[in-house]
């Protein structure tokens, strides 16, 4: 982004990869992050996907349907997205707007969406036609 | 010293003329006398209280040292004017004792109490020269009352505080989030449940799961006797925040008629997860702890 | 050029200061001098020549930020000329009070006659002196920033909202609707700056002009730091920050532009209120607006009705080819 490295940052950790967003994002910003992240996940093949919003202070509808977005992007390449790090008074203004992450799995911090992620997603290759095939 | 015979030398020599300064001399010469004689005035007035049957909560030791501040502070408001410290003090003294179940009435009574010991003292000294009797007692009367008022208002600030304190606590409690094992929270719904009441539920469930790190939660219903669409609503929107936060929420102790009210405000009972007791919701719960937290919302992967 | 000069020093907040009376309350030191039957004119000349300096002394202070834009020395032609258009302005706006407006300021800020006496000879309350004076001294900066104007297109609508603005009577500018009509006048948009800064209580209100996404974030966030000093609960500061980021989008997406005004109530109880404007192409069905999917504009009927769901109070108010107003409420729980 040519905003700078500090919005967010994008790490790879083994076939996933880690999206951490560091500061609140305007709607040009996070369309930025959408790309961004979808086409690292394509260049990379990851296989789970963990996007921590636990420095957003608001998550609104463009926020959430973004989210929900890259989630389904992300499946259509076949990778499983998990959303951490949802503050309680932010999820408490998101189902009160009416919004949700639809099917996306939420979990509480990085460390339970690895976790997630490492029950879920079938790591070896072999595998992966298998999975992506049964979710489209 | 000899005030007494200063004091009526004085009036004896005073006309007319010297009055305006003689005014200004009244209240420091009350001061000094309820100064000097406050061992004695004290004594009488812990007397009074005893025989009043105030403050029996308190231990003759506690009354000591109690009516020695109180009868300080109070001759300190007659010499400066100033009730900021005597304000101070009460509210203190107030926080000490309404625990205890000291009533409003018996502070006020204790002050008036004081006020009326003070005054009779003052009777006694001035009786001789009723002129400046009433004199004395027209300086005396507003600052006494000033500090009887002080004080209630005080006291009476100081118990609204607290009993807003235990308001406060009772509500925490009437909604409590209660960690079982290890990632698992219960939380049962005791009581009528209002717009704000659910909302900070709502608030406490969702700062409970991060605390606890909770990956199921199961909110008991059994108590809560009346549930509208509002309310409904509310318990609908605290599922689907406890899943934002990564918790699962199983719903137990569904009446029909609740069941009814769900199922009017458009919700999908087959996406909530209910099962019928508490018991059976906490065995659903370690079943999804065990099974690991692989399903969410019913959509299998 | 000099109008873009103008313009940058009437913009300039340090000018918000009530110039006009600050000159003539500066000329009670020559009246003694002064015969009279001139007095009037002598006031109008002197104040013209003190509003000239004043522009002066304050250049003086910006000199360093000034010379980045304009590197002209001080007394370069155009500065005579400003000063000509300025003197010219003021005993343009000075002339626009009625003879009765004028006559009474004049002899309260320059003669020093006291509202009092004033009152006896005009046969009404020294009160009402003092509020005639206001509206005198408001009138008078109004005339004297449009008289900087001359080629300014005023309409019916100008005079009663810079009136409204100059004399910082809120209800007045609700009654004449003044920030709608800031958002779609450029003359009064522009001239109301320096009024604006007068006097105006910038702690309890905070307005966000909205054009572009970025504005969106600085909404919001402006809106919970605002409601943060009443102390609502956290959560409540998320949900109000979020109804804004709502509405606020809105008038990115679907308008040419427009405003977000927070505000903080203290009647009939404690709470933070929140006013966005636009100059759109209005919502012609707003009862369907307020309908969960409503899909006219795309969009917009998510944050309609979300926006709703998380404030305790809501209107909009629309008008097809105009805009639209949407002001909502959230009160501070109180115990
Ligand atoms: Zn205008």
Redesign the interface.
Known sequence: MDTGPALVSILRQGSYLIASIHTALDDSQMIRFQEDLIEQIGQRRSRGVIIDVAALDVLDSFGSKTLRNIGEMARLRGATTVIVGIQPDVAFAMVSLGMGTGSLYTALDLEEGLEYLDRNVRKDPGAVGTTSSSLS | MDEDSRIDSQTEADGVTNEHHREDELLPQLVAHLREHRSKLREEWAHRIQDAHLLHAMTPQEMAVETKSVYDNYVEVLETGSVEALQDYARDLSERIIPRGVETQEVVGIVLLLRDVLARSLFEKYQRDFALLNRVLDAYEPAANRIANTVAVSFVDERERVIRQQQDAIRELSTPVLPVRERLLVLPIIGVLDSERARQLTEQLLAGIRTHRAKVVVMDITGAPDVDQTVANHLVQTVDASRLMGASVIITGLSPKIAQTLVTIGVDLSKMNTIGDLQGGLEEAERLLGYTVSRQDGSAR | MVQRFVHSRVANEAVADDIVQETLVRMLVAVERVEPGILEPYAIVTARNLVASMWREQERHRRNQHRIVDLRGPDSPDESLLEQEDRGAVAEALGRLSERDRRTLVAHEVSGQDTQSLAEELGVTAGAVAAQLNRSRARLRVEYLLALEPGGSVTDRCRPVLFAMSSGDRRRQREVDAARHLLECALCEKLSQPLLARGQRSDDQVRIRIHA??D??LA??SA?EVAARLEF???D???I???V??IA?NI?RFTEGGEVVVELLEEPRRGVRIVARDTGPGIPDVEAALV?GYSTYH?LG??L???R??MDEFAVVSEVGRGTTVTMTKWR?E?
């Open positions: 996404d970025a969106i974030v919001r966030q919970r609960p956290r959560t500061l998320t949900v920050a979020t109804a980021s709502e989008r990115v969960d969009g998510l944050g009705p979300g926006a769901r998380l729980q115990g």
